[in-house]
């Protein structure tokens, strides 16, 4: 009979693509995670796992399998929650966030997340806004933050941080002034279809101005080169914040920039999660607490 471990290690090599990984993630020796694999194929009557050398790929049947695995898991997991007598915040958080508010925004909610419930076991991962909602979808994480709102049956959300948009340069280029000084200068954006680039790219419509863009899926590398004098970029105010000190950068604020709204979204079939109950709830009683900053100059 198919067993909860199997699935589990079935989902855990399918994860990381080896068993031998697998078994020191799941701390059991590898021939066994391969003997559960095989037992579970001749149960299933499928391949699973192509072997490819000391590595495996998954099979389409494997694929198919591994979304009902997912499923599986996270219905044992909400079970679980469901009798728990306590019901007090405790066990695995998957949280997932783009990058401009994982590395700028939501380090002090975790923080204060962490101090207040020290039993819940945070795991955090960054991706791009599709792979986020994906990963909801599938049971990956248990809730993310994007910068779009996603309007989808099985997803519920909550304003997380309203992100002002800010025009940053190199110290010592020309100022810009207005939208017609960024005429022919390169620009530095996450690729398509990052909310923030499209910004960019109606403002600079909208006043019938040209500039090359380059896409980079870094903020690092789009700072160093800003910071460098190679061109200019358009970022949340919160990267701006991070970054300005010591890296030579000047930020530009206009009024024709639109606020992006960064949301916090999650599943809501998931049943009783006192865990994400009690984040959702933090996010909610903070999402207002933005503070102006006097670093960057208004035009």
């Known amino acids: 009979m198919m067993e909860l471990a199997q699935i589990r290690m079935f989902k855990t090599v399918a994860n990381l693509g080896s068993v031998a990984q697998a078994s020191v993630a799941l701390h059991c020796v590898p021939s066994n995670v391969t003997a559960r694999i095989k037992a579970l194929e001749t149960e299933l009557k499928v391949s ?9 790929r998954i099979t389409p049947a494997g694929e198919v399998f591994l979304t009902y695995a997912e499923k599986i898991l996270a219905l044992t997991e909400e079970a679980k929650r469901a ?3 306590t019901s007090e915040p405790s066990g695995p958080l998957r949280i997932g966030a783009i990058e401009s508010s994982a590395t700028s925004r939501l380090p002090p909610m975790l923080t204060k997340f962490h101090a207040q419930y020290p039993n819940v076991e945070l795991q955090f991962k960054t991706g791009t806004w599709s792979q986020l909602v994906d990963d909801i ?12 709102d996603i309007d989808r049956p099985f997803l519920d959300s909550t304003t997380f941080f309203n992100e002002d948009l800010v025009l940053i340069s190199s110290a010592s280029a020309d100022p810009i002034k207005s939208v017609k000084d960024i005429e022919g200068k390169a620009l530095f ?3 398509e279809p990052c909310p923030y680039r499209a910004a960019l790219a109606t403002w600079l419509n909208q006043n019938k101005v040209k500039a090359p863009i380059t896409s980079i899926a870094s903020y690092g590398t789009i700072i160093g080169c800003v910071s460098a004098g190679s061109g200019i970029s358009l970022v949340p105010k919160g990267i701006y914040e991070q970054y300005q000190s010591g890296m030579g950068l000047v930020g530009y604020e206009f009024e024709e920039l639109v606020t992006i709204e960064n949301r916090f979204i ?4 998931g049943g009783q999660f006192p865990a994400l109950d009690a984040f ?5 009683q903070n999402n207002h607490g933005e503070s102006p900053s006097n670093h960057s100059q208004h035009a």
């Open 48 to 56: 699973l796992f192509y072997r490819q050398g000391r590595g495996l």
């Open 83 to 85: 009798v728990d007598p």
């Open 137 to 148: 979808q599938h049971h990956r994480l248990d809730g993310a933050i994007v910068a779009i």
């Open 189 to 191: 954006m996450w690729p």
């Open 266 to 269: 999650w599943r809501n079939d």
């Open 280 to 284: 959702t709830q933090m996010i909610k």
